[in-house]
């Protein structure tokens, strides 16, 4: 069964008093110095305002925090699982498979079985989270980044196979010259597929979005199945644009854009634009600068229905509380975004 977290302030004053009552029950990550720790842990303790309490550590990882390495709260007795976290310590970047875990003499499916008892996710899932955390690390850092992006589309056939999988149909069924060309753009943070046509941008989404496919349907449908294979003019700008925002050297994204939506949506939309990179906003406050104060869930629904990321900044909006909400491209991810953007927030007020 289950164990239902009580409420943050409980949390925190057993956090406090490294109640052992919780350990392995509830984790805190703490947004000042990006890892996560039992609540025994002995460090310093942050301030409650720092912290986000978590039921598991799969749940820790995918909102992008490391564990702590004074409480280890990854350390299990199971030898195969210590290995595996030891072989990943060792090689954060590596891109790990199934077969890497079967040379280290490992059966896949026990292993998976074990993680997922263990952690609420997969090694693999866990691998790929580092390898991707790693990279933008990096880059933030200014190293030179190549293999350890995972790119995840490794030929164009591979990329139209993984596309015609999203859209339910053949590989082979796409028009060369449709209206819409859709590509994929490697980021730090992982794939991002963008759809274009020869002015503007329909869709620009991480890769592994679960509500991708279903976005995918609705272009679809409005470009009256003109959706195919290829670049125009404005994928380049959009890659040139991205890399300058990843980079750190540019905020500011001037590409056309198509937007899909009712003209509430849109003009929600429009407003997460007028957000600047590194401030933050609640639905309540977005609802209020739009002039509707009664409309937060109208807001939140616009806010999850966008699929234009990064450059509709939906990633800005945040719980009234402070606290990271719901993100399509994964929590860990919007903590990226957020943690990189503060980099633009100082250059402006320097």
Known sequence: MLFDLPNDQTLYAALLERDPAYDGRAYVGVRSTGVFCRLI????????????FFPDVGACIAAGFRPCKRCQPLSQPDPAVAALLDALDQQPDRRWSETDVIAMGYDPSTIRRAFKRAFGITFLDMARQRRLATGFTALKSGKVIDAQLDAGFDSPSAFRSAFARLM????????????????????????????CDKRSLHLLEFADRKALPAALQRLRKAAKGQIGIGRHNTTDQVETALKGYFDGSNDRFDIPLTLHGSPFTQSVWMALRQIPAGATRS?????????????????????????IALIIPCHRVIGADGSLTGYGGGLWRKRQLIDLERHYAQRKTA
């Open 41 to 52: 842990c002995p460090a310093r303790k942050p301030k409650p305002e720092n912290c986000t």
């Open 168 to 195: 339910g149909t053949a590989p082979n069924s796409f028009a060369k010259d449709a209206l819409l060309r859709a590509d994929h753009i490697d980021t730090p943070l992982g794939p991002m597929i963008a759809v």
């Open 283 to 307: 639905y309540g406050d977005l609802a209020r600068d739009m002039g509707a104060p009664q409309a937060t869930r109208a807001v939140a629904r616009a806010n999850g229905a966008n699929q």
